[in-house]
């Protein structure tokens, strides 16, 4: 089992910044991919940003050059700057763990105002 401790998220004014994080601890295999999907009202929920912990990230379209993803393998833990922050980016943000197992976050809310 994994567990997964999310942290950050709250409102913003437009074109402020926030920054979330999200700790994992148990069962952790070496090799793995944490990072944030988020779902806003009526929306599917889509991937954010994804870092493995060799240190390969990916970053939906929507948010490149305005987030940033990292990690710190020694605490397993993965945060997620935002800058530049829209209306749009205005959802439920999960932290999401995967190996060969997948857990999610209990979601922290991100609301942007304008």
């Given at each position: 089992?994994?567990?997964?401790?999310?942290?950050?998220?709250?409102?913003?004014?437009?074109?402020?910044?926030?920054?979330?994080?999200?700790?994992?601890?148990?069962?952790?295999?070496?090799?793995?991919?944490?990072?944030?999907?988020?779902?806003?009202?009526?929306?599917?929920?889509?991937?954010?940003?994804?870092?493995?912990?060799?240190?390969t990230s990916?970053?939906?379209?929507?948010?490149?050059?305005?987030?940033?993803?990292?990690?710190?393998?020694?605490?397993?833990?993965?945060?997620?700057?935002?800058?530049?922050?829209?209306?749009?980016?205005?959802?439920?943000?999960?932290?999401?763990?995967?190996?060969?197992?997948?857990?999610?976050?209990?979601?922290?809310?991100?609301?942007?105002s304008s």
């Amino acid at each position: 089992q994994v567990q997964l401790v999310e942290s950050g998220g709250g409102l913003v004014q437009a074109g402020g910044s926030l920054r979330l994080s999200c700790a994992a601890s148990g069962s952790i295999f070496r090799f793995n991919v944490m990072g944030w999907y988020r779902q806003a009202p009526g929306k599917q929920r889509e991937l954010v940003a994804v870092m493995a912990s060799g240190g390969t990230s990916n970053y939906a379209d929507s948010v490149k050059g305005r987030f940033t993803i990292s990690r710190d393998n020694t605490k397993n833990t993965v945060f997620l700057q935002m800058n530049s922050l829209k209306p749009e980016d205005t959802a439920v943000y999960y932290c999401n763990f995967f190996d060969d197992r997948e857990y999610w976050g209990q979601g922290t809310q991100v609301t942007v105002s304008s």
